[in-house]
Structure formats: C-alpha cells, structure tokens
C-alpha cells in the first residue's frame, strides 16, 4: 500500500570479500562494495536517478534493502547480485504497491 515500508531481505549476511548490488528496472540503486569502503543507495549509485531519493536503507550487515513511503511507481521487479570471488548468486523480488 501506498506509504508503507517493504523490506528485501537477502537472507544472508555480508562479509567483506562479496560484493552487493541491486537493482530495480536494470538500474543499480543500490551496492556495498567488498570492503565496505564504499556503500551508496540511490543518487548515491551512478547512473541511478532520483526516483527513491531518501526512501532507501540498505543494510551493511545483512544487505537487506527497506524502501520507506512507498508510491506506486516502485511497483516492479528489484534484483540482488551478489558476487562472491568466482561466483555470482541473484535473486529476484517482486514488489507491488497500491
């Protein structure tokens, strides 16, 4: 619903030799580098756009991402990527809000 918070959770717990991203219609919002020396969520992330300006939280333990006052338009499909030396583990979240 409109205004409510959604919460990704990941599952898991980061450590510092993966790398996080994630994604919402191919574009990265959000990412925690290996070291984390560098974490950015929306605006933050180049090539990202002001769409979730200070609505997300992203959690550097865990990696779980929250979206605060959600709107319609961040209805769709967010994809996590996480990168562990050779391999790389995706998952796939659907969110709708009305």
Same mark, same amino acid.
């Given at each position: 619903?409109e205004g409510?918070?959604?919460?990704?959770?990941?599952g898991?717990?980061?450590?510092?030799?993966? /790398?996080?991203?994630?994604?919402?219609n191919?574009?990265?919002?959000?990412q +925690? *580098?290996k070291?984390?020396s560098f974490i950015?969520?929306?605006v933050?992330c180049?090539?990202?756009d002001?769409?979730?300006? /200070?609505?997300?939280?992203?959690?550097h333990?865990?990696?779980s991402?929250? +979206? *605060?006052?959600t709107?319609?338009?961040d209805?769709?499909?967010?994809?996590?990527?996480?990168?562990s030396?050779n391999?790389?583990n995706?998952a796939?979240?659907?969110v709708t809000?009305?």
């Amino acid at each position: 619903m409109e205004g409510d918070t959604v919460t990704m959770y990941t599952g898991g717990k980061t450590n510092q030799q993966d /790398e996080m991203r994630w994604y919402f219609n191919d574009i990265r919002i959000a990412q +925690i *580098t290996k070291d984390l020396s560098f974490i950015c969520t929306d605006v933050q992330c180049k090539y990202s756009d002001a769409r979730f300006r /200070e609505r997300l939280k992203l959690d550097h333990q865990t990696g779980s991402l929250t +979206i *605060t006052n959600t709107e319609t338009t961040d209805s769709g499909i967010y994809h996590n990527q996480v990168i562990s030396g050779n391999r790389i583990n995706h998952a796939i979240f659907s969110v709708t809000v009305y």
